[in-house]
């Protein structure tokens, strides 16, 4: 099955990130496809129990960490967590979808097939580095795929302090030594950037490269509808939202969670399948809910992290300009404030 080959390629390292240093877990990897025999559990997500356990068992692995170029720390222990949540108790979380493909151009499902930007998907991932050029970041996810880095990248382009974004190549030992930093100053100028395939877009099986019209021609727009909008409903040989749902979720909360826990801000530059994933869990979405859920391509939705919550200052639905414009606004009105946390 063509789920099971995309699903059969080599694991992207995973990162831990506290006090502005990295701990990374290297290697070369498989890994599986989650079938769906496995349910993720969103309501215990939602309770914390099951980002408890991956969390814990997170700080164990890290303990084989090997230096990359940046520096390396351990994942906060419970206690320095602890420490670390009373002095920083609000995070900013920015959820950009990737600006239009050349595949979104040309109606075609694209999936996990690796498409750059149009001109207009350009144009649309300045526009969003704009947009959040006043929020701090201290680390960046992306998927591993081109359109979503692209606009992580150009997005950054547009912000105040001017930090280059450096993306983390594990995939050897030489991959790792030959990409080192020696300068801390450099270091110090730099955002970290992890890639994850699992902040793919859900991978759409044997539509990915047909025209989506001629497709509902072909099976009928019921049937497309159903493959493109339903929650359980995989394309053939491809993924439903559910199953997307179970890898993209559970890398948010063993991964990036834990770097707002810490006080960071994170920004995340994925796809629409992913991201909407992401907000069913921080928005508590019911199934029939988030099919329903439609995102702006290149536009910030920006959350705040705050005493264990998640609270969403821009509209997913229509999304709110305003809502974006005047937490940023704010911000800049506290620019000493704002320059002690670009230090820190």
């Known amino acids: 099955m063509a789920a099971t080959a995309f699903h059969q390629a080599s694991l992207q390292s995973r990162g831990y990130f506290c006090d502005s ?13 989650i079938s769906k025999g496995f349910k993720l559990d969103i309501a215990m997500l939602r309770r914390g129990n099951y980002c408890s356990r991956k969390r814990g068992f997170s700080v164990i692995e890290a303990s084989n960490s090997q230096t990359t170029v940046f520096d390396q720390v351990s994942s906060p222990s419970n206690g320095a967590m602890s420490d ?14 990737h600006g239009e493909s050349m595949w979104n151009e040309k109606n075609l499902f694209t999936g996990c097939v690796d498409v750059p930007l149009t001109k207009k998907g350009v144009e649309e991932a300045i526009e969003a580095g ?16 081109i359109r979503a880095q692209m606009t992580a990248m150009l997005a950054m382009t547009e912000h105040r302090r001017k930090k280059v974004p450096i993306i983390l190549h594990n995939e050897s030992e030489q991959a790792k030594a030959w990409s080192q930093i020696f300068s801390e100053d450099t ?26 019209q001629e497709t509902a021609d072909r099976y009928g727009k019921e ?13 053939p040989n491809g993924e439903s939202l559910e199953m997307c ?15 707002l826990l810490c006080g960071k801000n994170v920004m995340i530059a994925a796809h629409g399948n992913s991201l909407r994933s992401i907000i069913m869990y921080l928005d508590k979405l019911t199934s029939q809910e988030v099919i329903s859920l439609e995102l702006s391509t290149g536009m910030p939705m920006l959350y705040i992290f705050k005493d264990g919550r998640f609270i969403r200052r821009g509209s997913p639905v229509a999304p709110n300009e305003a809502g974006v414009y005047a937490y940023t606004k704010r911000l800049a009105q506290y620019r000493q404030k704002l320059d002690e946390m670009f230090q820190s």
Not at 92 to 97: D, E, N
Not at 130 to 145: D, Q, W
Not at 225 to 233: A, P, V
Request: with cysteine.
């Open 245 to 259: 749902a179970e890898r993209a979720v559970a890398y948010f909360t063993e991964h990036i969670e834990p770097q």
């Open 130 to 145: 704009k947009r959040i050029s006043n929020i701090p970041v201290n680390v960046i996810y992306t998927s591993a795929l």
């Open 21 to 33: 240093r990295l701990s990374q877990e290297n290697g070369n990897a498989p890994f599986r496809l």
């Open 223 to 235: 049937q497309v509808h159903e493959w493109r909008r339903s929650y359980d409903t995989p394309p």
């Open 84 to 97: 670390t949540r009373k002095k920083s108790n609000e995070a900013a979380l920015i959820l950009i979808r």
């Open 187 to 212: 270091q110090k100028q730099c955002i970290p950037v992890v890639t994850a395939w699992q902040l793919n877009e859900r991978m759409y099986g044997e539509l990915q490269g047909l025209n989506k």
